[in-house]
C-alpha cells in the first residue's frame, strides 16, 4: 500500500509541475481540420472531460490537474484490469 501511495502523489506532483507546459496549440487532426476548413459540428455528447479539463471547476490549473489525474487513474485502472483479466494463469486457478 506504502508504494501505491508513492506513486499515486508521484503522479500529481509529475503533473503539478507539467501541466503549465502544456501546449494550446491544436493536436495534429485538430489542425489538419483547422488548414481544410473543416466545420466544427454539434457534439453528440459531451463527456466528462471535455477539452482536457472539467468545465464545472472554475480554476483552469486546478480543472487541468485533475483532469490530468483522472485521466492516469483510468487509464491505469483499465491497464491493471486488462491484465489480470488477460494474464497468465496462477497454478491455484490451474487446478480448479
Known amino acids: ?32 481540420a483547422l488548414t481544410l476548413g473543416a466545420k466544427e ?16 471547476i472554475s480554476n483552469q490549473y486546478v480543472s487541468t490537474l485533475l483532469a490530468g489525474v483522472f485521466g492516469v487513474i483510468i487509464v491505469l485502472a483499465a491497464g491493471l484490469l486488462l491484465g489480470k483479466t488477460m494474464g497468465p494463469k496462477t497454478l491455484k486457478q490451474q487446478e480448479s
Do not use: C
Open 41 to 56: 459540428h454539434q457534439n453528440f455528447w459531451n463527456g466528462w472531460i471535455t477539452d482536457y479539463s472539467f468545465s464545472w
Open 1 to 32: 500500500m506504502r508504494k501505491l501511495t508513492i506513486a499515486a502523489v508521484s503522479i500529481v506532483i509529475f503533473l503539478a509541475v507539467l501541466i503549465p507546459f502544456a501546449s494550446s496549440n491544436p493536436d495534429g487532426l485538430e489542425k489538419v
